[in-house]
Each structure stands twice: as structure tokens, then as C-alpha cells.
């Protein structure tokens, strides 16, 4: 059982290492750090493209928390598999990401229809559905908290570009509505699995 934990962590720490090596050094930062650290390298016209990397980086890490579950539950790592104690781990890991899901689409179907009449409401709308899925992406398990941890500080990042936006900006928007509905069909495929998951059953 020891081995099986240590392979596990190494598992889950090598995908967070991954992640933080792929993105900017900011990405590892959260909360106010964070942003101080977008506010100084972000403004400018390819604000919206930051934003668009920053929800794909978001879509890729859902899809490896997932994953990484998935794997945890095979090895044994929330005790035996098929056991009721697993289930319900992994079912209430689909549960949070799943949820963390759900307000990011919404943000990204708030971010669709700005105009510069309804944009600071809207803007507000948005920096919030985007905390909101932030929120409660930790479930008291080292290993599973660590990956999700890594989904949590993206999505602090993509906060932290939103809170800069301008009302100037609104007109960029259709630019990248083709990217923003890519990442809702991202976020679709991460919805379809998660809800495959809530009722999981050996």
C-alpha cells in the first residue's frame, strides 16, 4: 500500500510540475499576487489572447484532473477499488470539478454577448461565475488536492486578466468567439464526463 501511495504522489506531482512548466512562471502564482502579476504584462490589444490561452490551459487541466482521478481510484489510492469508501471519492472529485465546470461555461457564455452597453454588469457577471469556479476545488485528499490545486491557480489567472478588461475592449470580441466556442465544447466534454461519474458505479 506504502508503494502504491508513492507512485500515486509521484503521478499526480509530475502532472502539476507539468503544468507549471508549460505555462508562465505567473501561473503558480494565486490571489493578489497573481494579480499584480497579470496587471503587468497583460495590458495591451492582445489582452483577449491571453485570456484565450489562459481558458485552454484551463479546459487541458480540467480534462487531466479527471484523468488523474480516474487513475488515483485504479490504483487503490482512495482505498480499495470497487470498495464504497473509493466511489465515493471519486464520485465527489467529479462532483467539484464538475461544478468548477458549470461556472466556467456560463462566464464564457456571459463573455459572448458584451457590448459596451452591458459590459460593466456583465464584466462583473464574469470575474464572478470565474471565482466561483475557483471555489471548493479541494477535497481533503493530498494527492487529488494537489492536481486540482493546479486547475484553481489557472483559473485565479484567468480572474486576474478579466478584472483588466475595458469597455474599449468589447469590440475584440468577435475575433474570438470562434476560440470561445471552442472552449465551451471543451468544457461540454469535461461536463459529459463528470456527470458519467456522479453516478458511477462498479
Do not use: W
Not at 480516474?70 to 472529485?93: C, T
Not at 474599449?168 to 463528470?194: C, G, Q, W, Y
Amino acid at each position: 500500500m506504502i508503494r502504491s501511495k508513492q507512485i500515486v504522489g509521484q503521478f499526480a506531482l509530475a502532472i502539476v510540475l507539468a503544468f507549471q512548466t508549460a505555462t508562465p512562471a505567473q501561473l503558480v502564482l494565486t490571489g493578489a499576487s497573481a494579480t499584480a502579476a497579470v496587471t503587468a504584462v497583460a495590458c495591451g490589444p492582445d489582452t483577449l489572447e491571453k485570456l484565450n490561452t489562459t481558458l485552454n490551459q484551463v479546459a487541458h487541466a480540467l480534462e487531466a484532473a479527471i484523468d488523474t482521478n480516474g487513475r488515483l481510484y485504479e490504483a487503490g489510492a482512495y482505498g480499495a477499488k470497487g470498495s464504497p469508501e473509493a466511489i465515493q471519492m471519486r464520485q465527489r472529485v467529479a462532483r467539484v470539478v464538475n461544478d468548477s465546470n458549470e461556472f466556467l461555461i456560463q462566464a464564457v457564455d456571459i463573455a459572448k454577448g458584451l457590448t459596451k452597453e452591458t459590459f460593466e454588469a456583465n464584466k462583473l457577471r464574469i470575474l464572478e461565475k470565474l471565482s466561483l469556479a475557483a471555489t471548493g476545488l479541494t477535497i481533503g485528499h493530498a494527492t487529488i488536492d494537489l492536481v486540482l490545486q493546479s486547475v484553481t491557480t489557472l483559473i485565479n489567472q484567468a480572474v486576474a486578466i478579466a478584472q483588466i478588461f475595458k469597455a474599449s475592449d468589447v469590440k475584440h470580441i468577435k475575433r474570438i468567439i470562434p476560440a470561445l466556442n471552442e472552449h465551451l465544447k471543451a468544457f461540454a466534454r469535461v461536463r459529459e464526463i463528470t456527470t458519467g461519474l456522479e453516478v458511477f458505479a462498479e
